[in-house]
């Protein structure tokens, strides 16, 4: 029992001790670490990044102007993220994507051959955190998604709320961002030209919430509107 008791102690108080990473760590693999830090710098820092700098300018410089016209081209930008949105192929297709994909690692894997003369709704499960399966596979070109389902233009979803934060919804916009209101998936599902997909993650910011290590939980408590999209819109 004595040394049950020493060992547990000696667990408890490694817990509380930084543990910095072995300097042997291959090259590849500290590119692949950084790469992480990169793509959750912005979804942790520009919400309020983007805000604090807007106000600085306009308040605590001669360069106001700056924070004027940005104001007036986000109300007169304001419905483009139900509209398709704004998406910048050179964004998706950072170098960095492919070592985020390398990290964990993600892969994209199709199970059946979609015919790009028509229009998808997916839905993607589980949430997570930050739904990291979902935007680096269809948000960038990490996982060559574009190879994987070619000639289909695939649009992740997400809340109206993050386009109305400076600076972020420009990026996320960039990756291929949509607002998941109604409007915005019937705009994008009824384009007769067909090759356009949306994909959705059904549970929402309350699944979550649910997020835990060798669990899936699957919210869709009033959540089934998008069934009735994808069959109004075919």
């Not at 990473?21 to 912005?42: H, K, Q, Y």
């Not at 700056?66 to 419905?79: A, M, P, T």
């Not at 934060?165 to 996320?172: A, G, K, N, Q, T």
Request: proline share 4%.
């Amino acid at each position: 029992m004595a040394k049950e008791n020493s060992k547990q102690n000696s667990s408890t108080a490694k817990k509380g001790v930084i543990e910095f990473a072995p300097l042997d760590i291959p090259w590849s693999r500290r590119l692949e670490t950084f790469a992480v830090l990169i793509w959750f710098f912005p979804f942790c820092v520009f919400p309020s990044f983007g805000l604090f700098v807007l106000i600085y300018l306009l308040y605590c410089t001669n360069y106001g102007w700056i924070s004027l016209v940005y104001i007036i081209w986000l109300i007169y930008d304001r419905n483009t993220c139900t509209e398709g949105g704004r998406r910048f192929e050179f964004v998706r297709r950072l170098k960095v994507w492919k070592r985020l994909s390398d990290y964990f690692p993600i892969r994209l894997i199709k199970t059946s051959e979609l015919d790009p003369s028509k229009n998808y709704l997916l839905v993607y499960h589980p949430h997570g955190i930050l739904s990291l399966g979902a935007l680096v596979n269809f948000g960038t070109e990490g996982t060559n998604v574009s190879d994987v389902f070619q000639g289909l233009k695939i649009s992740f979803l997400t809340l109206r709320a993050n386009f109305n934060v400076p600076l972020f919804r420009e990026y996320i916009m960039a990756l291929g961002g949509c607002s998941v209101d109604k409007g915005s998936m019937v705009h994008i599902l009824s384009r007769r030209s067909g090759g356009n997909g949306a994909i959705l993650v059904a549970g929402g910011a309350r699944e979550a919430l649910y997020s835990q290590p060798n669990t899936q939980i699957l919210y869709l408590k009033n959540r089934k509107g998008f069934v009735k999209v994808a069959i109004q819109t075919g």
